[in-house]
């Protein structure tokens, strides 16, 4: 570890060594290249929120059973919480900012480096809290399904002013992603939308019941939501999720449903545009994080200015790329993944020409993105690791 650090109040800021790796992630793959200008804002993405430290078993027959001992077979390490967002954001080459707050033990070192060195992300907004201990939570991946085990302190002040208020005045984006909670405003969303932020939003499960879209009162500040299909269901009383996605249209410009196994449903209510697009089938290794995958590739899409139904499908295949890797954060795709898979499916003998043409808004992006392969070596991803100490794996 080299980073020094510098009192900032009650936090820590810490500050590295300049590495840049948004800068050069940026200047070799950048979806919004053409859609840049001088008077645009210095990010593209704008996140707040907690960062665990994910420990992530996979290769398990079936779920632990009471009083055994189980062995996995694979084991990784990685970011998580927000940092799953954050880092598929960035992979995708979109300029993210963070505000967090890290414990300041050796989990907390270990996630700040990852996400600031390893991926590029801005963590100027971020704190690391000094004496606070890292919220760890532990996943077990069998049978498609993941259980979790989660631990942490309770956050003090300082922490809860950087991952619950968030900045007094959040740094100037184009996009924001938020995680609403049922009965809480989060003013920095106002503030945010009120400068030309467009919010995209996403909830958890209501755990009091209520599934009240009155409790969600900063969604009348977001352009778009994305919740689940059961949980779209619930807050709107309709019997299917299609009809879901069509009531939450009175509530916010743009609902996107995701349907499992079955992909996912989008209405625009400006446009009067809607699309659904089938899941990409695969064989998942571990699906932490893959609706978090799923946004980031839905809000680089968006940005970009891309046909509703491209966006529904590429964020699909973002997230049917990532559960193939370990962890949430660091098995998110960059575009060296994408155009591997690209490559790949056009080699396999029967492939249905329908399935190929849902993705062949990806032949004109893929040049102009990635340079010839014989010109430069492919792009790194780092990868989850079982020891935290080993930094990158081989």
């Given at each position: ?52 430290l ?50 300041d ?47 942490g ?22 996009a ?45 500040h ?16 309709a ?64 940005l ?23 962890g ?17 499916v ?49």
């Amino acid at each position: 570890m080299t980073a020094s650090t510098a009192s900032t109040g009650e936090g820590h800021h810490r500050h590295t060594g300049q590495t840049d790796g948004r800068s050069r992630r940026a200047a070799r793959v950048d979806p919004l290249a053409a859609r840049r200008g001088p008077e645009d804002p210095p990010w593209d993405v704008y996140l707040t929120g907690t960062v665990f430290l994910d420990i992530i078993f996979t290769g398990l027959d079936s779920a632990p059973v009471r009083g055994t001992e189980s062995w996995a077979r694979g084991m990784g390490s990685s970011p998580g919480g927000v940092a799953n967002m954050a880092t598929a954001l960035a992979r995708l080459g979109l300029r993210t900012s963070l505000a967090a707050a890290f414990g300041d033990d050796h989990y907390g070192e270990y996630c700040w480096d990852a996400l600031e060195q390893g991926e590029g992300i801005d963590l100027t907004p971020s704190r690391s809290i000094p004496g606070w201990h890292s919220p760890v939570t532990v996943s077990m991946a069998y049978e498609g399904e993941r259980t979790m085990v989660s631990h942490g302190h309770e956050p003090p002040p300082a922490a809860a002013l950087v991952q619950d208020s968030a900045p007094e005045h959040p740094p100037h984006a184009r996009a924001a992603v938020a995680s609403l909670t049922p009965g809480r405003r989060a003013p920095w969303i106002e503030r945010a939308a009120a400068r030309g932020t467009r919010i995209f939003a996403d909830v958890g499960w209501d755990d009091t019941g209520a599934w009240d879209l009155a409790g969600l009162a900063d969604l009348a500040h977001c352009e778009a939501f994305l919740p689940n299909a059961q949980e779209a269901m619930r807050y709107t009383g309709a019997t299917c999720p299609r009809a879901a996605a069509h009531a939450l249209t009175e509530y916010v410009p743009l609902a996107v449903v995701t349907l499992g196994a079955e992909g996912a449903y989008a209405v625009d209510r400006r446009s009067g545009e809607s699309a659904e697009v089938p899941a990409i089938a695969v064989e998942a290794l571990d699906p932490t994080g893959a609706g978090d995958v799923f946004v980031a590739g839905f809000v680089t899409g968006t940005l970009a200015g891309w046909p509703l139904a491209d966006r529904l499908a590429f964020a699909g295949l973002t997230a049917a790329l990532s559960v193939q890797e370990f962890g949430g954060s660091l098995s998110a795709p960059g575009w060296s993944e994408i155009a591997a898979w690209w490559r790949r499916v056009h080699s396999v003998e029967g492939q249905d020409p329908g399935a190929l043409h849902r993705y062949a808004f990806l032949d004109g992006l893929l040049p102009a993105l990635l340079p010839a392969p014989e010109e430069t070596a492919p792009w790194p991803l780092r990868r989850a690791v079982p020891t935290i100490g080993f930094g990158r794996s081989a």
